[in-house]
């Protein structure tokens, strides 16, 4: 992150929307919302130039959608993460987003303390984002379509050691470091370490990019 606050930029067709969201990040000490845009198309160019941490990002918009901006924003290699705005936690086109490179999904009617919390949790990179509600939606779209791959550079789960196979699995099942190194009984460190080293072997971008791996490479079968 860059200084002492998370720069955060919001993206959505509707001005209420923006401006709501605004009021309530800017109300926060640690977060500044640096800027605002109607489209992808404005959302990509406005990521270059204000360089924020976060991106909330709606999908449905004119001229370009979220899940392509999302893309173009990722493929472009810059330091912010994207959080998915949707109106309903089983949107087919919020999977697309996490596929194209979204760190997680939050709903529109979250509240100020979730939004907030929302935003802290992306820019960290440090755990999912609703595990319980972004494992179910992996779920159904893995069972949706078998053996699709969406991340990664297709390097094969075998290039994992056993620990870094464990490790992927209780990302994917929702689990926070604290929560794994608890179920492995090993230093929270060391779980960190792990994490990095998968994410570096399979091309990752983060922890959401993680799972869905997990669900596609049928690490994990949804029930």
């Known amino acids: 992150m860059s200084g002492t606050s998370i ?25 500044e919302v640096v800027g605002e845009a109607v489209d992808g198309r404005e959302a990509v160019a406005k990521v270059r130039e204000l360089r924020p941490d976060v991106v909330l990002m709606d999908i449905r918009m004119p001229e370009m959608n979220g899940i392509e901006a ?9 330091e912010a993460r994207v959080l998915v705005l949707t109106t309903f936690d089983l949107d087919e086109y919020v999977y697309q987003a996490l596929r194209a490179g979204a760190s997680g999904f939050l709903l ?26 972004t494992r179910r939606l992996i779920t159904e779209f893995a069972r949706a379509a078998p053996g699709r791959r ?5 390097v094969q789960v075998e290039e994992l050691t056993d620990r870094e196979t464990e ?6 099942q929702g689990l926070s470091n604290a929560e794994i190194a608890d179920r ?28 869905v791996y997990a669900y596609e490479s049928r690490l994990i079968t949804p029930s």
């Open 70 to 78: 999302t893309r173009k924003i990722v493929a472009a290699e810059t």
């Open 108 to 133: 529109k009617d979250a509240s100020a303390r979730q939004l907030a919390e929302g935003v802290r949790v992306v820019a960290s990179g440090d755990a999912l984002l609703a595990p319980s509600v």
């Open 150 to 154: 969406g991340v990664g550079t297709g």
């Open 7 to 31: 720069r955060v930029l919001i993206v959505d067709d509707q001005m209420m929307v923006r401006e709501g969201f605004s009021v309530l990040l800017n109300a926060q000490r640690d977060i």
């Open 184 to 211: 492995l009984v090993v230093a929270e460190s060391t779980i960190k370490t792990h994490v990095s080293r998968v994410l570096v072997k399979l091309g990752l971008r983060d922890r959401t990019q993680a799972a």
């Open 167 to 172: 490790v992927l699995i209780l990302i994917a």
